[in-house]
């Protein structure tokens, strides 16, 4: 599983795109493990963030491949967020 994780960085540093934005994030990717994007780096961690993205490895792989949008994940409840509403709305713009 730890190629999806390394997939997932990857695809998620191509979105940030150097860009820094306020606040941490996890996704917590069911039964694989976690990403943490935090002071601008994106990396393999399980350390604590202002929000938690959960979700199943496939819904977390359509919206980091642009195939789905977090809020469509979110509205259809393949995603669950903990913590920081804004901070999430921020991180929104990274992965639409």
Known sequence: MKDE???AIISLKERMN???IDGS???NIEDVG???IMGGEVRESEEDTDCVLS???GTFM???NGETSSTAAF???KLTIDGS???AMKYNTILS
């Open 5 to 7: 994780i390394q997939k």
């Open 18 to 20: 150097g860009q820094e």
């Open 25 to 27: 994030i996890k996704f």
């Open 34 to 36: 976690s990403i943490v």
């Open 55 to 57: 979700g199943d490895l």
């Open 62 to 64: 359509d919206i980091f």
């Open 75 to 77: 509205m259809s409840g």
């Open 85 to 87: 509403m804004a901070t």
